[in-house]
Structure formats: C-alpha cells, structure tokens
C-alpha cells in the first residue's frame, strides 16, 4: 500500500512511508529531536519551519529543520545536542 | 544572480494569487517559499499514503494551484529568505543533501506574502514532547505523524482549534476536549457577525458537527502539562475555568493562541508598520514604492482576503486597476477585526507561567529570570531570551503578552546560514557544510 523507506535514527533503523517528514519519523520512533540547553528533551512544535525546536542533524548536517525535510531512503539521523 | 520583474516570497493563498495574476498580466514572476511545496499553511497537503492524493482535483485550493501553474510564474520551493533589501535583491538559503546553496535574486517589484505563524504562550509543561501548536500537530499529521486512537487535548483560542479538532478526529484521533480562553459572550458577538460570512459560519458548524463527541470547554484555559512516569512524554493537562481546576488524561496537547503575523521582513527593508501590522494602501502598496504586501502581515483576516488582496497585488505590479476587488477587500477586514476582538486574550492567562517556566525555548530562560529587566536589549545581553535560532519569533510575541515590550530592531540574516552566505554578494554558491566533495554546478 505504501512504499516504506529504511532510515537511521540515532543509529537504530526505523521504516517510514515515502512522504514521512524527517520530524514526524523521529515522533513516530518516539524519539527527541534535540537536547535542550539545559537538558530537555525537545520535539517539533510548529511545524512549519519557525520554531527549529525539531531540528537535528540529518546525513551529518547539523541545525537542518526536520519538520521541512522528506524521509530519504538510508537517510541518518541524529538529534542535535 | 536571478533577475525578475516581479518577485513573490510566500506561496500560500496570498502569495499564489499575486503571483498567477501578475504572470497572466505579462510580468515574468518568482515566487520563493520556505516550504518544499506551494499552498502555505491552510492549503498544506498531506504528503502520505492515500491522503495525499485523496483531494486532489477539486477545491478552491486546487484550482488555485492550477491556476498559479498555468500562469507561467517560476515557484521555487525550499527556499528561505535570509536578507532582503528595497534596491531590490533578495537572498536565499536552500538546502540541499551536500551543504546550503545560497541564491541571489534581483526583482523591479516585490510582493511579500509572508503570512502567519501561531501565538504559543507558555505554561508549565509546555516544552514536553507531546505539547504541539494547534496548526503545528496538524502539520505534523500531513507529515506522516499518525494520531490514530491517541488522546488528543486542543487547546488555546481561535477558530483554527475547531478546525484542526475537526481535522485529527477526522484522522481517528480521539479528540475529548477543545478547550477555547474567549467567553461565552465573546464569541456569542462573533457567532453573530458570521451572518454575514455565510460560508464561514457553515464551516463552523460543520466542524462542531464533527466533533459531536467532544466536549467544547469554552472561557477555559490550559495550566499545566503533567508529565508521564519517565518524565518525558505527556500524561495529563489541567484545564481551568478561573474558579476551578481539573486534570484532563491525553496523550497529546495541541495549543495555539491564534495568530502572530509573519512581518520580518517587511520590517529588515523598513515598510511602515501600522501597530504589528504592515500599512498598505488600496493596491496593498507599502511605504516602499516597489514593495507590496498581502495577506496576514497587513492584518489577520483569514483566507479570502488573503486570496483578494493577493490579486490586487498581482494585478497593481501589473499595472491594471484593482478598484473593483478593493470593496470585499473592506468586508474581510471587517471579519478580521470581529475575530481579533472574538478571541482577544484574557488577562489571567499571564498568570500561568511560573518563575521557573520556560519562555525562551532557543535558550532555555525561565520566566523568573527575566524579572528585574525593563526591555529587550538589556534582556537579550543578561539571559540570551530571543538569541537563539528561531530569533525570538516564538519568545516574541510571548514577552510582548507577558510583559508588553515591543520588538526592538531586526537584522540580517532573519534566519541563521553559514556565515560564509555573507561572502558571496553577486554570485550563487554551494556552501559544503558536510567533508563530502561538491559537485560542480552545470
């Protein structure tokens, strides 16, 4: 029915239908985008590219707005501390 | 350096419009949008499975789509406008799988259809995974994030909360509460006023239909986020009425305050501001003689006169008179202007964040810590609020409510690039921000 793509998140491999933002794969793989200054765990707010509460590093670039970004097959991803 | 007659920064309602009306008139047109795909917000598409192609072919949405692609003007996607100046250059940062690509455009008139992002006010809690905005989890939900069978809280004020209810429940979502701060009163006026927007008010109505299983907590409010076991996810909200408070279960809470409009960059070329609103005149011409603006920046007003005064742009960079739509420009004003006295915010709701709540999430400042400090500048310099990559544009509008101090100036870049962007003035680049060879650019 849908076309799964495999992705890296935080190095565990996660599968996600073509379309899944970078954002939503990390929700789904219930993990943070990011580690706040203080230590928090963050996830995406807004969603439309404003708050870089979801950013994280996507194929080793740093500070990218997952919540802008397409699932891409073998993509790695990582949340940004 | 790409040059155009006309450019346009933002495809959403506004920004289409303008666009395809300008082209259809003979102007060359670009259009620039931070977003992979033209439609803004209100006309997101689901980007998964069947949904994303379930309402294609129909709609307003997408025969304004068809309309902007039939017209001949270039819409560019994923690009975000970092520095903008009046002479008439534009600059972008796109990225791409091998670094950042840095583009230079050069327009003879610019529309800046910019439009508007949620109002987030804080409350303890808020910065749990779990806590979205109310557009935002709808956002995330075209993105692929499924909230099927999961307990959803929406909260905050504005009609946008009964549409994204309306919207998750369609989605399987179990919505149990809509949880709207204006009175009773408040928005018995606005109900009212709907008469004379027909379609709105069936709109309205359709949503409330679909959500016949959720309770509409209207005159509350949202006071704390409860965290789960771990600590780390959501567990629970407490709702209050002003006299008492209740804990509500749910998995997800999507909050949003209304609008805030997206002015950044009309402010960096220095258009004339009408309180947070840009001035335009009946052609939505800015103080800029090649500078017009259309849509929410120019005053929160929703779709059709977004779509109207996107026309009118389009038309007057074009040179064709306007003076026909300039009349249901007025009458969505007016809409405009009942929906900003609907879902005024109340006072209490600056008694909801405590001294260690977080206001700026860039950097972490806590409410307490910006007592003692009389305004942006000082605050900025002392704690970091506002200086972190979103550039106060979720803390903004925060402070403003809490404490009332207005932004204070603006700078290039209006979104954080490498600083080589600065480097390159006339010319595009691929900056590498990976150790991976560039490929030459054909």
């Known amino acids: 029915m849908f076309e799964l793509l495999s992705v890296k998140i935080n190095g565990a491999t996660s599968r996600v239908a073509r379309g899944t933002t970078v954002a939503a794969a990390m929700l789904l793989a219930d993990r943070p985008s990011r580690i706040s200054v203080t230590g928090e765990p963050r996830g995406a707010l807004c969603g439309m590219g404003v708050c870089f509460e979801c950013r994280a590093v996507v194929n080793g670039i740093p500070h990218r707005r997952t919540c802008q970004i397409l699932c891409e097959q073998d993509m790695t991803i990582e949340a940004s501390r | ?442």
Not at chain 2, 16 to 39: F, H, M, S, Y
Not at chain 2, 239 to 257: F, H, I, K, N, Q
Not at chain 2, 287 to 300: D, K, M, Q
């Open chain 2, 1 to 442: 350096m790409t040059t155009t007659e006309v450019l346009v920064i933002g495809a959403g309602p506004a920004g289409i419009a303008a666009a395809a009306a300008a082209a259809e008139n003979g102007c060359a047109v670009i259009v620039l949008d931070d977003n992979v795909a033209a439609g803004g917000q209100i006309w997101r598409e689901a980007t998964v499975g069947e949904a994303a192609s379930a309402h294609r072919g129909h709609g307003r949405k997408w025969r304004a789509l068809e309309r902007l692609r039939r017209s001949g003007a270039q819409v560019l996607g994923g690009r975000c406008v970092f520095s903008a100046e009046a002479s008439g250059t534009v600059q972008t940062s796109h990225e791409t799988s091998s670094g950042t690509l840095v583009e230079q455009f050069h327009f003879e008139q610019l529309i800046l259809a910019t439009g508007a992002r949620e109002r987030f006010l804080p409350f303890p809690g808020w910065t749990l995974p779990g806590v979205f905005g109310a557009g935002g989890l709808q956002a995330l939900v075209k993105g692929g994030f499924p909230v099927g069978g999961k307990r959803v809280v929406v909260a905050g004020t504005g009609p946008l909360l009964l549409a994204v209810a309306a919207h998750l429940a369609q989605d399987s979502a179990v919505v149990s509460s809509v949880v709207e701060q204006a009175s009773l009163g408040q928005l018995a006026r606005f109900a009212a006023s709907l008469w004379e927007h027909p379609a709105k008010l069936a709109q309205g109505v359709l949503y409330r239909a679909m959500l016949w299983k959720t309770s509409y907590r209207i005159g509350c409010w949202v006071v704390e986020a409860i965290a789960g076991s771990n600590g780390h996810n959501l567990s629970a909200v407490r709702v209050t009425d002003g006299t008492r408070v209740w804990t509500e279960p749910c998995d997800l809470l999507a909050s949003g305050y209304h609008l805030v409009p997206n002015t950044e960059i009309a402010a960096l070329l220095g258009c004339k501001f009408r309180g947070t609103f840009v001035q335009v005149d009946k052609a939505q011409r800015t103080s800029l003689p090649n500078v017009f603006c259309a849509g929410e920046p120019t005053g929160i007003a929703g779709l059709e006169a977004a779509m109207v005064q996107g026309e009118i742009a389009g038309l007057a960079c074009a040179g064709i008179s306007t003076t026909l739509l300039q009349k249901r420009v007025a009458a969505e004003r007016a809409f405009g202007e009942s929906m900003e006295k609907a879902f005024a915010l109340r006072k209490e709701l600056r008694s909801v964040p405590r001294p260690d709540t977080i206001v700026c999430r860039c950097e972490d400042v806590t409410f307490g810590s910006l007592h003692g400090y009389t305004g942006w500048t000082d605050v900025k310099l002392q704690t970091r609020c506002g200086m972190g990559p979103c550039q106060g544009r979720i803390c903004g509008p925060v402070v403003e409510f809490l404490l009332g101090w207005s932004p204070v100036s603006i700078r290039q870049p209006l979104f954080p690039v490498p600083l080589q962007a600065f480097c390159f003035q006339d010319e595009s680049v691929e900056i590498a921000t990976t150790n991976e060879p560039i490929e030459e650019k054909a």
